[in-house]
């Protein structure tokens, strides 16, 4: 094992009955049994990481702090871009949880409602002890883990179940400090809708993913991509109608499908209303490009 920050988490086998297997887990839940001895020095982590401590030793050097220990009924929190040392005194069985965002809006009023605790704590980067049920949602990670238990679903439903019990069973000092470094930290608004709108979602399915009321998100949507949240997701499905189009044998079919539009008369107006022209002769026009 030569990084335990920075790999891929690549899995290997099938979950056959499920679409959604993932094989590369970029983000996510992984368990990792770490040999006494292992260090690792890391610059600029590539993810936000959530260590949960199972079995084992550890000691981890992050800013100012030196050396935090990192015990058996404990987990951490690491942000992106955070430089540290990790090094293991005793054999560790941990689970690691990455994410880049959180998934749901209830999770994004979570940092908002804490940033109002930031001037009554003293930051200390130090592990949190596992309260129940925390150690039990460990458990049963780690046993669907080794079950082989890996799609996405499996991932999102953890990753809401974790900040719901951080919710729940922890003050609202103790998740500030825990969550410090991203408390308060406004996330980039037009890279989320590039990495989380997509085709076949309405306004009120990406709004409800953001900490924002509807008219909030109309005047944001305006000021980053200057233009209405319609037209944006009009110009979206064009781009995938296209993208499309541009392989030999594609048919109307087949990009009714990328459009998620089962009605072919629908699809047409569509097509007319965006490009000018019939399924058909968008079509023609990229074959004849090939030709």
Not at 220 to 226: E, L, S
């Amino acid at each position: 094992m030569n990084e335990v920050f920075n790999d891929q988490l690549l899995y290997v086998g099938e979950h056959l009955s499920c679409s959604q297997y993932m094989q590369d887990i970029t983000y996510g839940f992984s368990l990792r049994n770490i040999e006494a001895g292992f260090h690792e020095e890391v610059t600029d982590l590539v993810k936000n990481i959530v260590i949960f401590v199972l079995e084992g030793k550890s000691y981890i050097s992050y800013k100012k702090f030196k050396d935090v220990p990192l015990k058996k009924n404990s987990f951490i929190f690491l942000p992106k871009g955070a430089n540290l040392s990790y090094h293991v005194e005793q054999d560790t069985v941990a689970i690691f949880f990455t994410f880049e965002t959180l998934l749901s809006g209830c999770d994004q009023n979570l940092l908002q409602s804490c940033s109002k605790y930031i001037d009554r704590i003293t930051y200390k980067f130090a592990p949190v002890k596992m309260r129940e049920p925390m150690q039990q949602y460990c458990h049963t990670i780690k046993y669907s883990l080794e079950q082989k238990v890996n799609c996405r679903h499996f991932h999102e439903l953890k990753h809401k179940e974790f900040f719901m019990y951080l919710r729940y069973f922890y003050t609202k000092e103790e998740i500030t400090n825990f969550l410090y470094p991203i408390v308060g930290v406004k996330p980039d608004f037009k890279q989320f809708i590039l990495n989380n709108w997509k085709i076949g979602m309405s306004v009120d399915d990406i709004i409800a993913k953001m900490p924002m009321s509807k008219s909030t998100f109309i005047r944001t949507f305006d000021q980053f991509f200057k233009m209405t949240p319609y037209t944006w997701y009009q110009r979206l499905i064009c781009d995938k109608i296209t993208q499309k189009a541009i392989f030999p044998g594609t048919t109307t079919k087949d990009l009714m499908e990328v459009a998620q539009i089962t009605d072919a008369s629908q699809f047409n107006r569509f097509c007319r209303r965006n490009f000018n022209c019939t399924p058909k002769m968008l079509l023609d026009y990229y074959s004849k490009i090939h030709d």
